[in-house]
């Protein structure tokens, strides 16, 4: 179902670039920007940190759960309704500060104020209503509610886009948008009836407090990525028109791998985690985190692979609709290339975190998340404003800071765990089989790229987009083989997770974190 999902929200961004050149989607783009960090803010900075680990505290002690909850939430939406306030109250300010690019056309501008408020008022307030009962799903393991919700999101979006556009130009996806979050709420609200928790005016101070430990950190933590992002639009718009379309629309084509792979397991990890932690299950837990990252690294690095060396039918696949012209589609490749360099570490970048917060640490994160943003805003402020360089330096920069900041986590993560000699699963360990997998994602790639090169000029005319797909499905199909045999001999255990993923499909009841576990054994 995740994986649905996250195909109708590249499917959004088709129908996107189908009804809307990437100047128009600049506009539309550029309005999310606050409603996003308010999002972020509000929602990443609780749900994760601070309300599953306090909901799965509070679980067992029914008789307190309603009333802790109860706290968590009316803080949550107070918050919200702050912040609400005065984004709407300052659009236009905050805007003129992020948006330079912007200063010389008034008319443009308006439209992107305006446009953000309607979004504020609208959208905000019940997507983070419907992520408080995704993070009660998770809280207690059910995940279906919580993948289906943002397929009818996405879709909603596409359909109003599809029938309004026609008319209405960009305010058919923001309607869309603002009905699609209405149903994203909607379709979680029976999951209160499957829980022993019912909503109470409740507004305990030891709650809060513990609730105020936990969530100030990562909320700093998450300011700090929102700067990081909101830096890249500011940098954008002194490009040409269109800039921050390509490196939005090469943002989320990488996402679909980092999603699917690293933060749907991040999401389903954080309970388990939580647990272990909680019984001071060390040992147990050291084997969680080990297995599970060669996991995440076997599936995310040849599809990083992929992403390299077929990048840009992969975008001509993608986004090639009517109004994306063949420069667009150029630049897009090049951004999504150096994205993919970061997508294994990307991937699993969000199990690490998690991680950390299960253990009720989340200065770590922050700290090395300060760091990734300063690496990541200097030498994206370097490269455009210096080096005059085109978008895709962006990405570049992203790349380079993810990776040390996921080399970072590791390093602290196993020094909590305890590194300890003659265990398997140490970070030595780790670290050889992660070149394995390297080594066997590298030498499949050869072959298929040759015969790529060689079928598209001489085989099949691959200006047709039936063609260009028959292209991939041959390249692409043709590299996995290669890769699972030489992983097979190789000896990567991991390969049996293709099997596991099977298995999984077929029994969706198990419990996610029993197949890496068990895998590992």
Not at 292 to 306: E, N
């Amino acid at each position: 179902m995740f994986a649905i999902s996250r195909l109708f929200g590249i499917l959004r961004y088709r129908t996107f670039a189908t009804y809307f050149t990437r100047a128009e989607l600049d506009i539309f783009f550029a309005a999310f920007r606050i409603p996003d960090f308010v999002f972020d803010v509000v929602i990443s900075g609780a749900l994760s940190a601070a309300f599953i680990p306090i909901y799965i505290k509070y679980s067992s002690k029914e008789s307190r759960l309603s009333e802790s909850i109860s706290t968590l939430i009316n803080c949550i939406m107070g918050l919200l309704f702050i912040f609400v306030l005065i984004m709407v109250v300052f659009a236009r300010p905050i805007n003129a500060l992020i948006l330079p690019g912007y200063k010389n056309d008034l008319a443009t501008f308006n439209q992107i104020v305006w446009f953000s408020q309607i979004l504020i008022i609208t959208q905000l307030p019940l997507l983070v209503m419907g992520s408080l009962l995704s993070g009660i799903a998770q809280a207690n393991k059910f995940f279906l509610a919580t993948t289906a919700s943002p397929l009818f999101y996405n879709l909603t979006i596409i359909l109003s886009t599809i029938l309004l556009a026609p008319k209405f130009g960009l305010l058919a996806p923001l309607i869309g948008v603002s009905v699609g979050a209405l149903l994203y709420t909607a379709l979680q609200i029976p999951i209160l009836f499957k829980t022993d928790f019912h909503y109470k005016i409740a507004l305990e101070i030891p709650i809060i407090k513990e609730f105020t430990h936990l969530f100030v950190p990562r909320v700093l933590a998450v300011i700090t990525s929102q700067i990081d992002i909101t830096m890249d639009l500011f940098l954008a718009t002194l490009l040409e028109k269109g800039s921050f379309t390509i490196f939005l629309f090469a943002q989320n084509l990488q996402m679909v791998p980092v999603s699917l792979v690293g933060l749907a397991f991040g999401q389903a990890s954080l309970p388990y985690l939580s647990e272990m932690f909680n019984k001071k299950n060390l040992s147990e837990a050291k084997k969680l985190v080990t297995t599970s990252l060669l996991q995440l690294l076997f599936l995310s690095v040849p599809l990083s692979m992929m992403l390299i060396f077929a990048q840009t039918p992969i975008v001509r696949i993608v986004f090639g609709g009517k109004k994306f012209d063949w420069l667009g589609t150029n630049y897009t490749a090049d951004t999504l290339m150096y994205f993919a360099f970061a997508i294994p570490f990307h991937t699993i970048f969000y199990f690490l975190t998690r991680a950390f917060y299960s253990m009720h640490d989340t200065k770590t994160p922050l700290f090395i998340n300060l760091l990734s943003v300063g690496i990541n805003v200097s030498l994206s402020a370097y490269a455009i404003l210096i080096a005059k360089q085109p978008v895709w330096a962006l990405s570049r920069a992203f790349a380079v800071a993810i990776i040390i900041n996921v080399v970072l986590l590791i390093i602290l993560l196993y020094k909590k765990l305890g590194d300890v000699k003659n265990d398997k699963f140490t970070s030595s360990h780790l670290i050889m089989q992660t070149c394995k997998i390297y080594l066997a994602s590298i030498l499949s790639a050869p072959l298929p790229y040759a015969l790529m090169k060689l079928v598209d000029p001489l085989l099949i005319d691959t200006t047709k987009t039936l063609n260009v797909l028959f292209l991939l499905i041959i390249t692409l199909g043709s590299y996995s083989c290669i890769y699972l045999f030489l992983s097979w001999s190789m000896g990567l255990e991991q390969i049996y997770l293709v099997g596991g993923i099977i298995t999984r499909f077929k029994s969706a009841s198990k419990k996610v974190g029993e197949l890496f576990v068990d895998l590992g054994e």
